[in-house]
């Protein structure tokens, strides 16, 4: 991607403060821990984000330049045993429909518009062997040439600098900056040469940026101090006689009431004219959105715990509050929004708000697209799918 996450520049404040907003998330859906540098995809190719929609896996993965990869989430769901996959019927390789023709091939399958889908992008996607239908694959093809030619006439372009970049960390992190090893793996992965893998990466970042562009979700932007709850542990002989549960409840309220006490002087504080963005980067327990004068970016439904999220979705614009969480208490100021927003954060369409925008106006959007280009008779399959596989049989 053009913008790696773990480069905190000006082009990236949304980003992080879009991380620092995942501090007092709800726990299932938090991110890594405060100052971990997050792996990116160096490279997506043909549009990962559009085809994994419907689970057709094409990508992958270089390691991030300078970062260690995250730990894989945990799962807090029992797995089960491993399957058996012996007891299991095995089917013919024979009945297998395979590609027909090699990746390298530049004989076109379909015109649209100026534009066209090649047999080579077909043969490196098709997966033989999986349920991957290619009636659907080449349909996917067609909307990913579709969304390449919109986006020229928007002015949207790939950033050259950035893409030869991601060739450059390619070529040493897969095969350590020889050039010879280099082409042997972008055989291996059915690009064949760098020309064509800086083609790939180009459509993906273009195809990226539209997605972003078109996916749209409702978003407001704030700004938080945070007082923290850190409750301390009973105190021995003090409240002897009381429970160890009663001695906790009698401790949180104490400690729940000073932290009250200290945000509403903050509150006082602001509403008679002090600085919130200083008095966020001094006080608040939110270290993150802190350095950012307490910044929370723009953010959608659904990211915050209900208490945050039904304050500035509730709040006018200027309006400040005092919320309390499960956290702390939180000082809100609503900054803008609620407006509806395309997304800033390639992130987000990790989350489940991004997933449900994605799903809700980017593919109507791809599939009006279509739709249009039918109309006027700008799409003309020269191959159908059903010549773009066979059997081994019959290859």
Do not use: C
Request: aromatic share 6%; net charge negative.
């Amino acid at each position: 991607m053009s913008d790696e996450r773990d480069e905190w520049n000006s082009a990236d404040v949304d980003a992080k403060q879009r991380e620092d907003a995942q501090s007092f998330q709800d726990e299932d859906e938090r991110h890594e821990p405060e100052g971990r540098p997050r792996p990116r995809l160096a490279i997506i190719v043909s549009a990962i984000l559009v085809l994994a929609l419907v689970g057709t896996s094409l990508a992958f993965l270089v390691p991030p330049t300078g970062a260690p990869p995250a730990p894989a989430a945990e799962s807090a769901l029992p797995t089960a045993p491993p399957l058996d996959m012996s007891q299991f019927e095995q089917p013919d390789p024979a009945d297998l429909l395979v590609a027909v023709g090699v990746y390298s091939s530049t004989e076109v399958i379909v015109e649209v518009g100026d534009g066209a889908v090649l047999r080579g992008d077909f043969v490196r996607l098709y997966q033989p062997g999986t349920d991957t239908d290619p009636e659907l694959l080449l349909n996917q093809l067609i909307q990913i040439e579709l969304v390449i030619q919109r986006a020229a006439t928007e002015g949207v372009a790939a950033d050259a600098a950035a893409i030869a970049a991601q060739i450059e960390e390619i070529k040493v992190s897969q095969a350590g900056g020889d050039e010879a090893q280099f082409l042997a793996f972008l055989d291996q992965i059915q690009v064949g040469s760098e020309p064509n893998l800086r083609r790939l990466l180009e459509r993906d970042q273009i195809v990226e940026q539209m997605i972003l562009k078109y996916t749209t979700l409702e978003q407001a932007r704030a700004r938080h101090i945070l007082i923290a709850r850190d409750l301390p542990p009973p105190v021995a002989g003090e409240g002897a006689e009381a429970t160890p549960d009663e001695a906790a409840e009698a401790a949180t309220a104490a400690n729940d009431a000073a932290l009250q006490a200290e945000a509403e002087e903050l509150l006082r504080q602001i509403e008679g004219g002090a600085d919130f963005a200083a008095l966020a980067q001094e006080h608040s327990d939110d270290p993150g959105s802190g350095a950012e004068g307490g910044d929370l970016g723009w953010a959608p439904r659904g990211l915050f715990v209900p208490p945050f999220e039904e304050a500035i979705f509730s709040m006018a614009v200027g309006e400040r509050r005092l919320v309390e969480t499960d956290y702390g208490f939180h000082i809100i100021e609503l900054l803008e929004g609620p407006a509806l927003r395309s997304l800033d954060d390639p992130g987000l369409l990790q989350s489940m708000p991004g997933q449900m925008a994605f799903a809700e106006t980017f593919i109507p959007w791809i599939e009006s697209l279509q739709a249009e280009a039918e109309a006027s008779q700008r799409i003309k399959i020269l191959v159908p799918a059903t010549e773009l596989v066979t059997s081994p049989a019959g290859s």
